[in-house]
């Protein structure tokens, strides 16, 4: 019985996500073509394509990425490798990201409006969006790279250890070789997220459809755009079908990639969360 409830469940889930993934395509496929990709937004998405979108998304998601995943490594190394790694303060520190995992987006985008967007000047502009997005998925990052980090069996080190190797040696040499699909893992789940805001950005990088010319320019993402054809533009529903199949492929493909990338470097997905060369 037990082993029947777990397969049901499991099944419900993939009938959940191929019943979303199913819709969505059967109405959004037929209005996506090149033309739809590359040209201007037009009649207030109505008509033309969504090409300027795609550019704020992939520029908003790459200035996430350029800041979020450099202070989640170091700030888990730290929690994972120094002394004090199971002190009070890093209990606290480790309770702290999960009380931020847990805060709503539209939180971190009234943050990211007073912080980034007034205080420091940057206006609405795909750095404020990227910045704000990059403190969102900072707990999530965090904790997954820490456990990514703890799962590589400790037969490693010791056998990092007999070698003569020091700690760092063998932190990058060995351990983070190691976890790298889990690392790749909590990267990916860091991107959906990212790439399916929509509160936050609507308060930082701004509704603007034009083309950004740099950063600091305004951008609309398309988890926006497909908000804002839904609810704002009268007769913008199918069109923000074929958002929605474009911001779904781009995850797909993200994934694929990632999953292909790690299966040519030679790695694979242990059974627990934690990886084996």
């Not at 993939?14 to 037009?42: C, E, F, H, K, P």
């Not at 007073?114 to 420091?120: A, E, G, P, S, Y």
Request: glycine residues 10%; contains cysteine.
């Amino acid at each position: 019985m037990a082993g029947f409830a777990i397969c049901l469940a499991a099944s419900v889930v993939m009938a959940i996500l191929a019943w979303i993934v199913v819709d969505i395509t059967v109405r959004g496929l037929s209005q996506i073509s090149l033309s739809y990709l590359i040209n201007n937004v037009a009649d207030a998405g109505r008509s033309g394509g969504i090409g300027p979108v795609i550019l704020s998304t992939i520029l908003i998601l790459l200035v996430t990425l350029a800041t979020s995943v450099p202070l989640s490594m170091a700030s888990a190394i730290a929690l994972t490798e120094q002394g004090g790694h199971d002190s009070l303060l890093a209990r606290y520190i480790r309770l702290s990201l999960d009380v931020l995992s847990g805060v709503p987006s539209i939180v971190f985008g009234l943050f990211g409006n007073v912080f980034f967007t007034i205080t420091l000047g940057l206006g609405y502009s795909i750095l404020s969006g990227g910045l704000t997005l990059g403190c969102m998925v900072l707990p999530i990052l965090i904790r997954t790279t820490e456990q990514a980090i703890n799962s590589v069996p400790v037969e490693h080190r010791h056998a990092a250890a007999a070698l003569g190797l020091s700690r760092s040696t063998t932190l990058f040499r060995v351990v983070l070789p190691a976890a790298v699909p889990a690392l790749a893992a909590g990267i990916v789940i860091s991107i959906g997220r990212a790439l399916a805001e929509t509160a936050a950005l609507i308060f930082t990088s701004g509704y603007v459809a034009r083309t950004p010319e740099s950063v600091f320019d305004s951008g609309r993402s398309l988890s926006v755009h497909i908000y804002d054809l839904a609810m704002n533009v009268p007769g913008g529903g199918t069109r923000a079908y074929a958002a929605a199949c474009v911001l779904v492929g781009m995850l797909l493909v993200i994934n694929g990639a990632t999953a292909l990338l790690l299966k040519v470097a030679g790695f694979r997905i242990a059974p627990h969360f934690g990886a084996r060369r």
